[in-house]
């Protein structure tokens, strides 16, 4: 109720200008790139709507293993901080062990060949795992927006006992009986299997890929 979700990435409206943000370094930044945006926000302003928004590279990118993750997370906060009025931030943490073999596979997906032990070691050696030390990250939200203001959640417990309502609960959402009735409690996107990321490094290795 009363909350304007602004859901870029199905109806791409403001992508341009929230990958804007997310990814232009301050040598290049430039406030005009992102009048729409402030546009949208002074009308939501008027209205007394509230926005919500979600996209895991608001906390910088965790897809590149030749420099360290979270380069990016310093500027972006900082740029929220100034573009958003009186923001709260929602953090969602996932076990590390579960969230680093995850983005494994990934990389397996992508056209990689190593085995986990040496992609492990590869990663660490260019500060690409940081992205998981979580205390520093959210020690940094803290100073930026106030611990009042920063919400920290488990991605398992999503998935353990009507944990979806209670984070919405806990957020003082407003949800609608008929909406309680559509919301899914099944994990979506989920990651391959063990065995066909192993096929997938054999194929990896005999296309070969870059």
Known sequence: KNINYLGFYDSKYLIEEIRYIQTCSELFYKKEKIVNLESFLKKSKKKKEDILISSEAFSGSISTSLIGSCTQIEMISKRIKKIFDDPCIIIFLRNQR????????????????????KWFKERKKNNALN?????????????????????????????????????????????KNEHQKIISFEKTNESQSDF????????NRLIPTK
Do not use: P, W
Not at 106 to 112: A, N, P, T, V, W
Not at 151 to 161: C, D, R, W
């Open 98 to 117: 579960d969230a680093i073999y995850s983005l494994y596979k990934d990389d397996i997906q992508l056209g990689h060949t190593m085995s986990f032990n």
């Open 196 to 203: 066909v990321i192993k096929l997938s490094r054999f194929i």
């Open 131 to 175: 992205y998981f030390l979580y205390y520093e990250i959210i020690k940094h939200y803290h100073e930026i927006f106030g611990k009042n203001n920063v919400k920290v959640f488990f991605y398992e417990e999503l998935f353990a006992n009507n944990g979806v309502m209670k984070f919405l609960k806990s957020l003082n959402f407003n949800i």
